[in-house]
């Protein structure tokens, strides 16, 4: 479901495809390595998986410097262990791309762009300010050195502490920007607002928040983040539903297993007035 109702969001757009991407997204990596580099300076090209051979994956942002580097980033608004398999999948596809097959049998090595993985986490569960996810994390049998290894370094970068802002923050004005953006579109969807998008960015653009930017593409802006949201919408509900049909399942084999009504209540998360109902409910059926 995820990437066949895939939508580009305003991220992907700032620092992946806007006419000045390039620029934002040196202004990203700068802030990650405490580096100095300019636009003029460094070759950047974009790194897109084949969307014709693999309609299955998509990557946010995947820039390739100087030909020796390539940096996948992805932005979430909600918690996602797995995404060190995530990028597994993708830095794969992106090597079958970039490396020639005939290379790969060569008694000589052969080079590759070395990967660097990030996330940007902008959702409103709590989660810590930076946490480095790794692969070996998720093998059944644990190893001392694993023999396949890849890290994800994961930024929280939703309500920034005040007093202790994340570093990638103050040196990435254009990130910080965004945020500060994505903040007004929240705090006037929970105020209902009748036209919180809108009105977050006119807010915005008075305020010199992402001002060229929205000034520019104010339209779009508004149709990605209508997208997404009902994008974002249309998960939750998916995922609420299939965790009420696996609840009431489990409570009726509980039952079915002579387990009392309280005990199956408690576990299962479901009131004792539910599980009743959903006990003469299974007798009528049956």
Do not use: W
């Amino acid at each position: 479901m995820e990437n066949t109702k895939y939508r580009d969001s305003v991220f992907v757009d700032l620092f992946m495809k806007d006419i000045h991407a390039k620029e934002n997204f040196l202004s990203l990596y700068n802030a990650l390595h405490d580096s100095d580099l300019k636009l003029s300076e460094v070759s950047i090209e974009s790194e897109i998986i084949d969307q014709t051979l693999y309609h299955t994956y998509y990557n946010d942002v995947s820039f390739k410097i100087n030909g020796k580097l390539i940096v996948l980033v992805e932005h979430q608004s909600t918690i996602n262990e797995n995404m060190p398999l995530r990028f597994l999948d993708y830095v794969v596809r992106l090597y079958e791309r970039i490396v020639p097959q005939e290379h790969r049998y060569k008694m000589n090595l052969v080079h590759i762009p070395t990967p660097e993985f990030y996330v940007f986490y902008n959702g409103t569960d709590p989660y810590p300010d930076i946490k480095t996810l790794r692969l070996s994390d998720a093998y059944i049998k644990e190893q001392a050195r694993p023999q396949l290894e890849l890290t994800v370094d994961v930024y929280n970068i939703a309500s920034p502490h005040p007093e202790k802002p994340l570093t990638v923050l103050n040196k990435c004005d254009i990130l910080k920007q965004y945020c500060k953006f994505v903040e007004k579109v929240r705090e006037l969807k929970n105020e209902k607002s009748a036209n919180p998008i809108t009105d977050a960015i006119s807010y915005c653009i008075k305020n010199n928040i992402l001002a060229e930017y929205l000034k520019r593409k104010s339209t779009e802006v508004d149709n990605l983040l209508v997208a997404n949201y009902d994008y974002e919408t249309d998960i939750r509900v998916h995922a609420e539903e299939a965790a009420e049909k696996k609840a009431r399942e489990t409570a009726l084999k509980m039952l079915e297993d002579g387990i009392p009504i309280e005990k199956v209540a408690s576990y299962c998360t479901i009131s004792v007035e539910q599980i009743k109902a959903l006990q003469t409910e299974s007798q009528k059926i049956s």
